[in-house]
């Protein structure tokens, strides 16, 4: 469950992320792609980092509780909304040379 709350966040963050960033925008299908690969891998470095919430995809749906949903959340919107930007700016730079 954890998983799906972050990339679904992620979608949002790199949304977000395109929405603020206009001159990195990949488009609405661009930004929500990358945000969802972005939501993933901020997912994980959590976990890897024990702020994960639940403890990985073992974990029982009794222990969902708002704060694990909040870091997943957090997670999974920060990351996307990140990767978004570096995807948009390495396409910007590739774009000029």
Known sequence: MEIIIQLIAGA??????????????????GNSLAGILGGGIGGYLLQMLGAGGLGGATADMANLDIGAIVQSVAGGGVGGGVLMAIIGFVRKAMAKG
């Open 12 to 29: 949002l963050g790199g949304n977000a992320a395109g929405a603020l960033l206009k001159n990195l925008s990949l488009g609405t299908l």
